[in-house]
């Protein structure tokens, strides 16, 4: 009960400090497009889908593999295998990692919504 606490208040916190958008420039690139930047919104999210991710196998529920997986969960999966196959393609490989990572980031964000 705790632990879903801390992850509800996570995203309180989440959406409070998404205006703040707190980055650390990495790589900077000619446009913004190609610069690599760490926020510290995409930290906070990454440690509230990992309490998460212990908070549901502590509790052996896992809501989207149960029998009613909706068809926006068909789109996603359709939508990311295109996005991970594009990798592949991409002139610069490690700037199309990055931005997957943020779409992975987002669909994390969705489950927990969702969830």
Do not use: C, H, N
């Given at each position: 009960?705790?632990?879903?606490?801390?992850?509800?208040?996570?995203?309180?916190?989440?959406?409070?400090?998404?205006?703040?958008?707190?980055?650390?420039?990495?790589k900077l690139?000619?446009?913004?497009?190609?610069?690599?930047?760490?926020?510290?919104?995409?930290?906070?999210?990454?440690?509230?889908?990992?309490?998460?991710?212990?908070?549901?196998?502590?509790?052996?529920?896992?809501?989207?593999?149960?029998?009613?997986?909706?068809?926006?969960?068909?789109a996603i999966?359709?939508l990311d295998?295109?996005?991970?196959?594009?990798?592949?393609?991409?002139?610069?490989?490690?700037?199309?990692?990055?931005?997957?990572?943020?779409?992975?980031?987002?669909?994390?964000?969705?489950?927990?919504?969702?969830?």
């Amino acid at each position: 009960m705790k632990l879903e606490k801390i992850i509800e208040y996570g995203l309180y916190l989440l959406v409070f400090l998404l205006p703040l958008q707190t980055r650390w420039i990495i790589k900077l690139g000619e446009i913004e497009y190609w610069t690599y930047s760490l926020y510290a919104i995409d930290i906070l999210l990454l440690a509230i889908l990992l309490l998460f991710a212990i908070y549901a196998f502590r509790k052996r529920e896992f809501s989207i593999f149960s029998s009613q997986f909706s068809k926006i969960w068909y789109a996603i999966i359709i939508l990311d295998i295109f996005i991970f196959i594009s990798i592949f393609f991409a002139t610069d490989k490690w700037l199309s990692l990055y931005k997957y990572s943020w779409f992975l980031l987002g669909v994390g964000l969705f489950l927990l919504i969702d969830g």
